[in-house]
DNA sequence: TAAAATCGGTTCGGTTGCGTAACGAAAGGC
DNA sequence: GCCTTTCGTTACGCAACCGAACCGATTTTA
């Protein structure tokens, strides 16, 4: 079922999960370790490397490093595939599922406040 | 007016708003600056290093270097205060609001495309 | 079976970000 | 006038990340 956002509402969601997340003392993940991550999790597998690498366009070497990174939290792991023994397969993990559970709810939590208390002027810079 | 997201459609929203941010050819900002960027185009001003340092939990140093990277973006402005000489306010650009309107429309259109087709399972990690 | 292609990882030099500590400038207290 | 406090920045050493190039292992092609 889509939901509708307008510009102000969008960013307000944002910025409160985001900055929710921040200060917290979870790991700092990037943009790019949080986008391999929501999609090994929300996407059907089988995940390889290259598949990562393509539909993120990011580069094979930066996938592998993200990947070490993850799977040194714990959130994800690697296995080699037994039909190709090139390539490997990235999994899923309990924790990796608690921690964007947990991270679901405060996007939730955002949504759910959302009023419009400070509206998103496009046009009110200063004169830059 | 609130919105209420299950943790399917959240996890959907932000994988596929983030991910088409991480694909495109825009800077790379990381949560951090990310997160400074959209308190001081959705929060009323003044905005102060001190005050973003302590609202977003971030030492001022991070505060002060992000705030370098967002004006060399073209993103932010910095500009001393005339009554406290000492303090600096970080101002708004049209650069920094084209930037956001044009991040909140992938936003909005990630929350359009919600439909649910990969559902988000938590118990279905591998077996570590 | 030999040669080419594919896959993921590692190495390399360079860039960016971090927190602690120290700094100069400005403001406030006395 | 001083001494202290506050504000933002800079210096420093360190860790994380980047893409290009290269590597070994494996599979595919001919």
Redesign the interface.
């Known amino acids: 079922?889509?939901?509708?956002?307008?510009?102000?509402?969008?960013?307000?969601?944002?910025?409160e999960?985001?900055?929710a997340?921040?200060?917290g003392d979870g790991p700092?993940?990037?943009?790019?370790q949080?986008?391999i991550l929501?999609?090994v999790?929300?996407?059907?597998p089988p995940h390889t490397v290259r598949g990562l690498s393509e539909?993120?366009?990011?580069s094979k070497p930066a996938i592998s490093r993200a990947l070490d990174r993850l799977g040194q939290l714990?959130y994800v792991?690697r296995?080699r595939d037994d039909y190709d023994r090139r390539s490997v397969q990235v999994?899923?993990?309990?924790?990796?599922?608690?921690f964007?559970?947990e991270?679901?709810?405060q996007?939730?939590a955002a949504?759910?406040?959302?009023?419009?208390p400070?509206p998103?002027e496009?046009?009110?810079?200063?004169d830059?």
């Open positions: 079922m889509p939901i509708y956002l307008n510009q102000d509402d969008a960013l307000a969601l944002w910025r999960a985001l900055s997340s921040v200060r700092d993940l990037s943009a790019r949080m986008s929501l999609t999790y929300t996407q059907p539909s993120l366009n990011i714990g792991r296995r999994q899923r993990t309990v924790k990796g599922a608690v964007l559970s991270f679901a709810d996007i939730s949504g759910r406040d959302l009023d419009s400070t998103f496009a046009g009110t810079p200063g830059g």
